[in-house]
């Protein structure tokens, strides 16, 4: 998320760090670390893109699976598949082709 303000304008790099004190809870030296990696990191922004499509696969597949009462079974499955590209595991939990998420 903070990636994603700074650079897109709406956030500076003093706000992203206020937000990693404030809401993730981290001490104030690697607030100011995750900060800065925001402005360098081309690909900091994936853990966001991904927990993101994660939350929407779930929302899809408890869908059909019992709602909320559902997210254990989901994160069972999910998990079971090991570390390959989301889509992927998106296309072998709903069924049909990979395809993207957003």
Known sequence: LSAILMHT???????????????CYQDEGNARQQAARGTYDPAYLNYTLGKLMIRR???????????????????DQFLSYGGPPIPLVRQQMMGGEAQAVF
């Open 9 to 23: 304008g709406r956030m500076t790099v003093d706000q992203s760090r206020q937000m990693f004190v404030n809401e």
């Open 57 to 75: 696969l779930r929302e899809d597949w408890t869908a059909s699976h019992g709602g909320r009462e559902g997210w254990h079974d989901f994160h």
